[in-house]
């Protein structure tokens, strides 16, 4: 069964510093999403992408993230200058029409120290 | 904006007993969504209902919409060990160029042998 993959699936970087997080969304998928888990709480949105730009964007998604689709298969997010609160598992998600259900990758944990 | 707040936030059941999480958002949703999330894993789509009152089943568990599609449950009936995990209800809202779901804020099922 195709699946999400997200890498790494764990990422330890100092404050300040510049992260990429990477996800492959299901191929014959069209719309993608990053959402964020900080542990013990609710999964929260923070961005939709499709037709290669951002649809929709969460008031947490500011200007330190960004989104890109590189290529064919890679859709990524940056994260530009980390803080301490961005400490939290991200979840790259994917759906094939924008009102199907949504496939969600295992997640990258990234601390911030 | 949109909330989605669901009870009670943890439920302990001893095995075989019945366990219902009730899912409540602030604004009218086109349909909504349910998703599983085991321990130390990601959110896996379950099932989504979109008419008014509407009422599907998987196995043991029961999903319900309410009539005026603000309020949903999930009903599992005689909980077994693999039930454990957090249950999320999630509303979408629909925009031009995608679905972006607001989690509810979850149920967590701890079943006891």
């Known amino acids: 069964e195709p699946e999400v993959t997200q890498t790494p699936s764990h990422q330890v970087t100092q404050m300040g510093q510049e992260v990429i997080l990477r996800c492959v969304p299901i191929?014959?998928?069209?719309?993608f999403y990053w959402y964020r888990q900080i542990l013990g709480q609710k999964v929260e949105f923070l961005v939709s992408f499709y037709n290669n730009e951002i649809s929709e964007k969460s008031e947490i998604f500011d200007d330190q993230f960004s989104v890109e689709r590189p290529d064919g298969s890679n859709f990524t997010l940056k994260i530009r200058s980390t803080k301490l609160e961005d400490s939290a598992m991200y979840f790259c998600?994917?759906?094939?029409?924008?009102?199907?259900?949504?496939?969600f990758g295992p997640g990258t944990r990234l601390t911030v120290t | 904006g949109q909330q989605v707040m669901q009870i009670p936030q943890y439920q302990h059941v001893q095995e075989g007993e019945d366990f219902t999480t009730y899912c409540n958002s602030s604004t009218t949703l086109s349909n909504i969504q349910w998703y599983k999330q085991r321990p130390g894993g990601h959110p896996v789509f379950l099932i989504q209902?979109?008419?008014?009152?509407e009422v599907k089943k998987q196995k043991r568990l029961t999903f319900q919409f309410g009539e005026a599609k603000k309020n949903s449950s999930l009903h599992i009936t005689a909980t077994q060990t693999t039930d454990v995990g957090t249950y999320f209800c999630a509303g979408p809202i629909i925009t031009g160029g995608g679905n972006k779901l607001t989690f509810g804020t979850g149920t967590q099922l701890k079943v006891e042998l």
């Open positions: 209902l979109v008419k008014s009152g």
């Open positions: 191929s014959n998928h069209l719309y």
């Open positions: 998600a994917s759906s094939e029409l924008w009102y199907y259900e949504q496939y």
